[in-house]
T-cell receptor, first 114, second 114 residues
Framework: DAGVTQSPTHLIKTRGQQVTLRCSPK?????VSWYQQALGQGPQFIFQ???????QRGNFPDRFSGHQFPNYSSELNVNALLLGDSALYLC?????????????FGPGTRLTVL | AQSVTQLGSHVSVSEGALVLLRCNYS??????LFWYVQYPNQGLQLLLK??????LVKGINGFEAEFKKSETSFHLTKPSAHMSDAAEYFC????????????FGSGTRLLVRP
């Protein structure tokens, strides 16, 4: 049973560029959440997708956007990259969209902005 | 609004000694609480979760945590540390019935001395 997968594992971009990160949820899961983990900090919630809609959003600017596909996979897009966007981006999947549902995390994508 | 505080960014114990990692939460409603572990260059793995059932929660790898409402705490313990327990540990919470996001503490790095 495949867990949560993310691609790519590492990415290097320059300021002002755009980036797309991808996530495939654990088999049977229909909800995807994205988190940003800066070096030495805990993960910060970006947003959650359920039934192809953004259901809840954290304190991130509109440069951060996402999408969920009918097969429940998801993309995170970041426009106009800033140095401060350098972080580990974690995707988590869960079942049914309930807040009590356990979120299972992928290995993350390490984004470096130069 | 909920917040999660982890006391001690680093905890060092000897192999075989008791592990105690501290977590306090603030919430206006009964929370759901989680402990995750993160090994270097990996995503987060769920250790255990509290969802208002038993206050003493047992998790994987011999870890357990006790929910104490009077102290607003959810400390993680393990009777005997192993070298393989060395990792970063995160406490996280979600407000019951009102939010889907996980709010993470800043993490505690556990060092295990031989």
């Amino acid at each position: 049973d495949a867990g949560v997968t993310q691609s790519p594992t590492h990415l290097i971009k320059t300021r002002g560029q755009q980036v797309t990160l991808r996530c495939s949820p654990k088999s049977g899961h229909d909800t995807v959440s994205w988190y940003q983990q800066a070096l030495g900090q805990g993960p910060q919630f970006i947003f959650q997708y359920y039934e192809e809609e953004e259901r809840q959003r954290g304190n991130f600017p509109d440069r951060f956007s996402g999408h969920q596909f009918p097969n429940y996979s998801s993309e995170l897009n970041v426009n106009a990259l800033l140095l401060g966007d350098s972080a580990l981006y974690l995707c988590a999947s869960s079942l049914g969209g309930r807040n009590v549902a356990t979120q299972y995390f992928g290995p993350g994508t390490r984004l470096t902005v130069l | 609004a909920q917040s999660v505080t982890q006391l001690g960014s680093h905890v060092s114990v000897s192999e075989g000694a008791l592990v105690l990692l501290r977590c306090n939460y603030s919430s206006s409603v009964p929370p759901y609480l989680f402990w995750y572990v993160q090994y270097p260059n990996q995503g987060l793995q769920l250790l255990l979760k509290y969802t208002s059932a038993a206050t003493l929660v047992k998790g994987i790898n011999g870890f357990e945590a006790e929910f104490k409402k009077s102290e607003t705490s959810f400390h993680l313990t393990k009777p005997s540390a192993h070298m393989s327990d060395a990792a970063e540990y995160f406490c996280a919470g979600s407000e019951a019935d009102s939010s889907y996001k996980l709010i993470f503490g800043s993490g505690t790095r556990l060092l295990v001395r031989p």
